[in-house]
């Protein structure tokens, strides 16, 4: 007997394959909301992770969201011995790549460091994957390598031109993955461009905690907020825009984490292999103010704040078309500003150092 379409929906979903995706930079911030996404999908994840910037208690946290057991391993993904060891032991079958270093001013100081460790160790793991036959692979780019705004919103064909080490790192890799997958089409890879990821998981036990002074404008105004910072300072109030200050499009991890498991399950889905390219975003921009006072309603808080130079290589307004996203993959972004701000106020004030807390 045949049921009616939507209730043989209902009793017999029809999922995707299951997969089992290493995740390189598993334990840090969109790492550890990735894979909650992923588990809560019905797939498996493998963390593998250096802890240098993270923590193995956030690894602990997605546990408790899941109720479920999340192997781990500790390791460089500039090792290529130890992911191979990770992907054959664990039976990986695909990775998503966050591992990497990525505070822009941090990259203009340290350039050779940003080069070893994104890409350097990318073209490792790629070694390892060709190794142990894996050939789905979803990449963490980056909005920097459009560079200076040739029109708005970006769009995955306006030309890239990164303006620092570290937007250049992640072009370099995009490059790199192109010519990969042009030489060798049984790969499948989805190159994401984040937008500017903001907020938390709406437990509050995972969340953005990084290590000494935030790179980012939104933990450091939560900082701020739960008082282990005086002020924030706004860079640049003079630009040609609303308010004067930057603008930018801001999305919720939650949002960006569902991104990568579409992105995997397309990959995964597809009979044959692919190479994709996504903006993910929600393609509205808010000010740098606009967020200010939406984290002090989310807050019931006066959040402080200076208006300082602009700095150098900031750019006035970005944000994306991320309608390639939702043709492609069926993905869009669900979360608004207000509650973007909501989950991460929930996050810092329930645990105001982070995971020492």
Known sequence: MSLPHSLEFTLFPRNHTLMKTLLTGGAGYIGTHTAVELLQSGHEVVIYDN??????????????????????????????TALEAAIQAHHVDSVVHLAGKKAVGESVAQPVDYFDNNVNGTLVLLRAMQATGVRKLVFSSSATVYGVPQYLPYDEAHPTSAMNPYGRSKLMVEEILADLYHSDPSWGLAVLRYFNPIG??????????????????????????????????????????????????????????????????????????????????????????????????????????????????????????????????????????????????????????????
């Open 51 to 80: 802890f240098s910037n993270s923590h193995p208690e956030a690894v602990r946290r997605v546990e408790k969201i899941t109720a479920q057991k999340v192997a781990m391993v500790t390791g460089d993904v500039r090792d290529q």
């Open 200 to 357: 938390a998981h709406s437990s509050g036990w995972i969340g953005e905690d990084p290590a000494g002074i935030p790179n980012n404008l939104l933990p450091y105004i939560a900082q701020v907020a739960v008082g282990r910072r005086d002020a924030v300072q706004v860079f640049g109030s003079d630009y040609p825009t609303p308010d004067g200050t930057g603008v930018r499009d801001y999305i919720h991890v939650m949002d960006l984490a569902r991104g990568h498991v579409k992105a995997l399950e397309k990959l995964q889905a597809q009979h044959s292999p692919q190479l994709l390219t996504l903006n993910l975003g929600t393609g509205q921009g808010h000010s740098v103010l606009d967020v200010i006072h939406a984290f002090e309603a989310a807050c019931h808080k006066t959040i402080p704040y200076v208006l300082a130079d602009r700095r150098a290589g900031d750019l006035a307004s970005y944000y994306a078309a991320p309608h390639a996203a939702q043709q492609t993959l069926g993905w869009q972004a669900q979360y608004d500003l207000t509650t973007m701000c909501a989950d991460a106020w929930r996050w810092q004030s329930q645990n105001p150092n982070g995971y020492l807390s």
